[in-house]
Structure formats: structure tokens, C-alpha cells
């Protein structure tokens, strides 16, 4: 046997022993971490039951949210919010296009 392979049996041991204690660490810290979730999980648990129930918004107030119209000139404000967006995109094409991205 050759002095490298007598060490190497004495290099294994020693590398099993320091992953053995960064093993503990993490476990540790895996530990902690799940333990204070846990936590944290049963305080926010503990708040939601001492609030009262929230009503959930019915389906009219949704449709009446989404829907909406200007002051001045009566017209719905959703056209004009696409037409936007359209506008918007065109442009950005039309750049791509010019710079030479699409060709």
C-alpha cells in the first residue's frame, strides 16, 4: 500500500464526520423554520377567527365595478381603454419593426 491510500480511508472519515455536523445544522435550522411557521400559522389562524365574516361582494357589484362610464360625455370608458391599449401596441410594433427586431 502506497502512503495515498492509507489516507484516504483517514480523509473519508473525517469528511463523514464534517458532513455529519453541517447534516445536524440543516436539520436544526429545518427544524426552527417549520417550527416558527407553524407558529405563525396558528396566530393567523387565531386573528381570522376573533374577526367577524366578511361578506363576499355579490355578483352586481362585480358587473357594476367592471362596467364603467364617464362623467362628462356618458360613454362607457372601456373602449376607450382598449382603443388605448391598441394605440399602444401598434407603436410598439411599428418601433420593432423600424429597429429591425421583425424582420
Known amino acids: 500500500m502506497t502512503n495515498d491510500e492509507n489516507s484516504r480511508p483517514a480523509a473519508r472519515a473525517a469528511a463523514s464526520q464534517?458532513?455529519?455536523?453541517?447534516?445536524?445544522?440543516?436539520?436544526?435550522?429545518?427544524?426552527?423554520t417549520?417550527?416558527?411557521?407553524?407558529?405563525?400559522?396558528?396566530?393567523?389562524?387565531?386573528?381570522?377567527?376573533a374577526e367577524p365574516q366578511r361578506a363576499a361582494p355579490t355578483k352586481a357589484k362585480r358587473a357594476k365595478a367592471g362596467t364603467g362610464t364617464s362623467k362628462t360625455t356618458g360613454r362607457s370608458t372601456a373602449g376607450k381603454k382598449a382603443e388605448a391599449t391598441a394605440r399602444a401596441l401598434s407603436d410598439w410594433l411599428a418601433e420593432q419593426q423600424k429597429g429591425g427586431h421583425r424582420t
Not at 464534517?18 to 426552527?32: F, H, S, W
Not at 407553524?38 to 381570522?48: H, P, T, Y
Open 18 to 32: 464534517e458532513t455529519d455536523g453541517g447534516k445536524a445544522e440543516r436539520d436544526a435550522a429545518a427544524k426552527a
Open 34 to 49: 417549520l417550527d416558527n411557521m407553524a407558529r405563525l400559522r396558528a396566530l393567523r389562524l387565531a386573528r381570522e377567527a
